[in-house]
């Protein structure tokens, strides 16, 4: 955490903090816009809140008032629709196949708002691109044919405040036909991504509907995801200096999960999540554990690693694992090093 703050920072000074903090020319925007598209792409999880929520630690999980909502953005080509340009894929309990939003989002720099604009446009057939996210190619060889594009009056006005980008629609413009109107805002950060998505009755300015019911001005918190790969070794006779490759998994730091058969027949789950402590609130830990399949509330282990951990293993003598941050590569599988 306080590692991607410096990034954060030295990312800011790179393309002017002066601009970025108050400027609305076109240059201060296009580098406003410039960070955006640098900080948005990535996936992101309110695994974390459905912690918090749900009373932390060994809690059972409850999807009430919040849901979990995983969002992937992934910077497109396509021209024809605009320079700047994101597909947006996002589903809930962490089910790929419970697609709840496929849109792309199309961003400018919006002179008379002093805002960059987010111009939402939407397919007409948005079930064919579940998974698309992992092959672009299959959004960007669709056709004006294929989208839906919004309305103007429904586009998100976004502002540099306070080292992170803040958006929403203008007030009442986005009307809908039973007399509401959307009111949606979004707070965009390196490392996270909110929203808040309901409808107000024309008339008397209350909410009428809401995204997620109950949360009231409540955000759904979202916090960017690092994949990491793991290279999984086991030993049936529980020595550590004998342990063999099984299997290599890929899964991302909020909450993300991985399906491991087991040789003695069982099924598991190795999860990795980010939590957060209060005492300092900037320090966030690694959290990774072995899960029976039947029983994902208590691990059969568990154990931390330090702030912004790029590597970390656990060691259960029949269990072995090493988990290397995507980028860095595979570790060899026949040492897990």
Known sequence: MIRSLIVSIALVLSLGGGALAQGHSKADLDAQLKLLMQWLPGNYDNHEQIVRQSGGGFSPATDKPFHRLHTIFRR???????????YVEEYRDDDPKKLTRVRLYRFTPEVGMGAIRLHLVNPLKPEALQGAHADLKRVEALTAKDWRVDRDLC??????EGGQFRGSMK???CNRPDGTFVDYTLVIGEQHHWVRNRARDGKTNEVAWELMPGTGDAFIEQTKARWFTCVVNHSPTDDMTKTPYLTTV???????????KWPDGRDLVFQIETRAFTSPASREFPLFGIHEKSNMA???????????????????????TLCRLKEQGEARPDRAQ
């Open 76 to 86: 497109v080509n396509m021209p024809a629709i605009g320079e700047n340009v994101l």
């Open 298 to 320: 208590v691990p059969i282990a568990y154990a931390y690693a330090v702030d912004d951990a790029e590597r970390f293993g656990l060691n259960l003598g029949w269990f072995y």
């Open 171 to 173: 007030e009442k413009s």
């Open 250 to 260: 890929d899964l991302h730091d909020q909450g993300g999960t991985a399906d491991i």
């Open 155 to 160: 586009d998100v006005f976004i502002h540099w």
